[in-house]
């Protein structure tokens, strides 16, 4: 038997709770994990609170990630004793994840724990760090040096924005940080941004196009944001789109992109290619001081998670949430 959050739906309703499992009902998977460390990201708060159909297959244990070792393998490329990390592939939402004291899961999804981090601290970067570093990596490929001029950076206290800022700045980005929290500027300008302009200034309808300003950004709001910071983007500029807390649509026009030629790249976490993903953890491990993750992070142990997932939502949440699944 286990520890971990079970997701049920049935005639009485929707609803998560902290459950002890039975090891036979783990699903199908060549690789079984001690499970050491998990997370919180939206997409947790919104499968744990039923906001949105992020579950797909019911009971579910819920956890977009997790850090842990393997305590059995039968995969070529896995041995017991291994620390592991595991980000998307759609664990938690199609197949059981990491909010409890053990997974199963194809060895495939599996990466090693870098040296750089503890599980802990891989843990603190997450999926949504992994996936700012993938934005980061974007912006490099589409030739947007630090010379170019400012990165903004929407959504900058939550998880992505979070480590948006500290990876940039670290790399010599003059950084901009978008919010709607403005007591959270001091926050901010510790992880590197230089300046904090207030989210209420990319929430509503602009213009087609906009005075230019951004060489590159990061945006994890869609919405209006997203189609503001288009509209502000510098001729040949990059906007990276990875989330949607402000909303699925883009209400935008084709202005920016065949009159300034911006480009806009989208990104996936959930499937990208595991040489993608290597190639973003080793640069985490190079390009994200350490230091800032306690900045960043707090940590819960699993019978908080269900709480502060509500809480996440409602955007009481700085930074990254830490869940020791063992606490």
């Not at 004793?81 to 997974?103: F, I, K, P, S, Y």
């Not at 670290?170 to 207030?198: F, H, I, N, P, W």
């Not at 065949?258 to 480009?263: A, D, F, K, N, P």
């Not at 960043?296 to 700085?318: K, N, S, Y």
Request: hydrophobic fraction near 45%; proline fraction near 4%.
């Amino acid at each position: 038997m286990f520890k971990g959050i079970l997701i049920d739906k049935d005639e009485q309703g929707y609803r998560a709770s902290l459950r002890e499992i039975d090891d036979a009902q783990l699903p199908e998977g060549n690789v079984t994990v001690r499970v050491s460390h998990s997370t919180l990201n939206y997409k947790d708060g919104l499968a744990i609170t039923g906001k949105s159909p992020v579950v797909r297959k019911f009971p579910m244990v819920p956890g977009i990630d997790f850090a842990g070792t393997v305590e059995s393998s039968s995969h070529p490329d896995v041995a017991v004793g291994d620390a592991v990390v595991l980000n998307g592939w759609g664990v938690g939402e199609t197949h059981w994840g990491g909010l409890a004291q053990r997974a199963r899961v194809n060895g495939d999804w599996l990466v090693p724990l870098p040296q750089a981090f503890t599980p802990a601290q891989a843990m603190a970067i997450g999926t949504a760090g992994y996936t700012a570093m993938l934005c980061v990596l974007a912006l490099e490929r589409h030739g947007v040096t630090p010379d170019k001029g400012e990165v903004i950076v929407t959504g900058a206290t939550g998880g992505v924005g979070s480590v948006a800022v500290a990876v940039l700045a670290k790399l010599g980005y003059t950084v901009v940080a978008v919010t709607g929290r403005a007591q959270e500027a001091d926050y901010l300008k510790q992880l590197g941004a230089s300046e904090v302009l207030a989210r209420a200034d990319f929430a509503n309808a602009g213009k087609p196009l906009a005075k230019e300003r951004w060489a590159g950004a990061v945006d994890t709001v869609g919405s209006h944001t997203l189609a503001n910071v288009c509209a502000q983007t510098k001729y040949r500029g990059v906007v990276t789109a990875c989330g949607l807390a402000g909303g699925m649509d883009l209400p935008a026009s084709v202005a920016p992109f065949i009159l300034r030629g911006v480009t806009l790249a989208g990104i996936d976490s959930v499937m990208c290619p595991r040489a993608d993903r290597l190639q973003a953890w080793q640069r985490l491990g190079q390009d994200l001081d350490v230091g800032k993750l306690a900045l960043i992070t707090h940590e819960i142990g699993l019978g908080q998670a269900i709480e502060t997932a509500q809480r996440l939502l409602d955007g009481q949440v700085r930074g990254r949430v830490v869940v020791d699944v063992n606490a």
